[in-house]
Nanobody
Framework: QLQLVESGGGLVQPGGSLRLSCAASGNNLRYYVIGWFRQVPGKEREGVACISSNDDEIYYADSVKGRFTITRDTAKNMMYLQMNNLQPEDTGTYYC????????????????????RGQGTQVTVSS
């Protein structure tokens, strides 16, 4: 059974960068649609970035395009989210997710609750 554990969150000043990591165990991420999501209290969960299972399609939320990059390393069984030029509105709890079910990537990332999810890591952007 696939399990995911995030790391790399923290406090960063506006304009700074962080790289979130998600370690997978129990199965290999190559078989899954993977993604990063963020949650802010009082707001709906937002799909930040997702990759299709064969890596031929990537979705980014408009709010992070050009600043965030999602990657998958199947040899290390890891996924990453490189976040550059962070802004206060990027503050939230970030979760990695994986799902063996695959349809439209945009739908997967914006609507579907991924089958497997990590416990979350907090990102705070503040001066």
């Amino acid at each position: 059974q696939l399990q995911l554990v995030e790391s790399g969150g923290g406090l960063v000043q506006p304009g700074g960068s962080l790289r979130l990591s998600c370690a997978a165990s129990g199965n290999n991420l190559r078989y899954y649609v993977i993604g990063w999501f963020r949650q802010v209290p009082g707001k709906e969960r937002e799909g930040v970035a997702c990759i299709s299972s064969n890596d031929d399609e990537i979705y980014y939320a408009d709010s992070v395009k050009g600043r965030f990059t999602i990657t998958r390393d199947t040899a290390k069984n890891m996924m990453y989210l490189q976040m550059n030029n962070l802004q206060p509105e990027d503050t939230g709890t970030y979760y990695c997710g994986a799902d063996p079910y695959e349809v439209s990537l945009r739908y997967m990332c914006t609507q579907r609750n991924f089958e497997v999810r990590g416990q979350g890591t907090q990102v705070t952007v503040s001066s």
